[in-house]
């Protein structure tokens, strides 16, 4: 692609990358000081949504960031052999970083919030899992992927040559992979029921009201 942004600069191809941190700047600013003093006052819940929700939130991102990925590249493929601006991969990293805001922070709270006290640390640990996790399993689904189309006689679409590759087709493949995950989360999310953090705080406080009590009782003793 075309990476010159102007006559005397051009944009070195990894700090395209960078654009998906600035998205999730972005969107977490924009949800914290923005999206949720409307939602505490919409929802009357503290957080303004549910942890679950804003991760699903982010999913819808993340289906949305690889179908502007497919596009794109279709694009690009299309307008060969002239050079496509770079500018044409901003949308979708942005979007990716919205979903990251979203999602990865979402994610973050769940297992620190929802796990027993008592495994917090390894809710953390398991949070940090996920994204290496998903990074192995897009790996072993491009070798599965590119494995069983070489089988059909047609050409993979991971060639050597970017320019004779179908990345639009591998990302409509994982758009489509990623709706069907968002559908399998909202069913999973829609019964799961929230650790009730106000019933345990009020249980400790009647504890150590009976605790009070007690002791009181005992050095009103003669």
């Known amino acids: 692609m075309d990476r010159k942004l102007s006559r005397n600069f051009e944009l070195p191809p990894a700090s395209v990358f960078s654009l998906a941190a600035i998205g999730m ?7 914290e000081k923005v999206l949720v003093p409307f939602l505490r006052k919409a ?8 942890i679950l929700k804003r991760i699903g939130i982010g999913m819808v991102f993340a289906t949305a960031a690889m179908a502007v990925a497919a596009a794109v590249e279709r694009k690009r493929l299309n307008s060969l052999p002239s050079s496509l601006s770079i500018c044409w ?10 979903g990251d805001g979203f999602a990865l922070v979402g994610l973050q709270e769940y297992f620190y919030d929802q796990v027993p006290d008592s495994m917090r640390s390894l809710g ?4 940090l899992s996920v994204l290496g996790t998903a990074s192995f399993l897009c790996s072993l689904l491009i070798t599965v992927v590119d494995h069983l189309i070489q089988q059909t006689g047609k050409a993979g679409w991971f060639g050597k040559d970017l320019n004779t590759s179908r990345l639009d087709l591998f990302y409509t493949l ?3 992979v990623n709706a069907l995950n968002l559908c399998w989360y909202m069913y999973l999310a829609s019964r799961y029921s929230y650790k ?4 345990r705080v009020g249980t400790a406080y009647s504890d150590d009201e009976d605790d009070v009590e007690s002791r009181d009782a005992t050095l009103d003793r003669p």
């Open 196 to 199: 009730s953090v106000q019933a």
């Open 174 to 176: 994982l758009a489509g």
């Open 89 to 98: 991969l901003v949308p979708q990293f942005l979007i990716m970083g919205f």
């Open 124 to 127: 953390i640990a398991l949070y």
């Open 25 to 31: 700047i972005i969107s977490v600013t924009l949800y």
């Open 43 to 50: 929802t009357g819940s503290e957080r303004g949504i549910s």
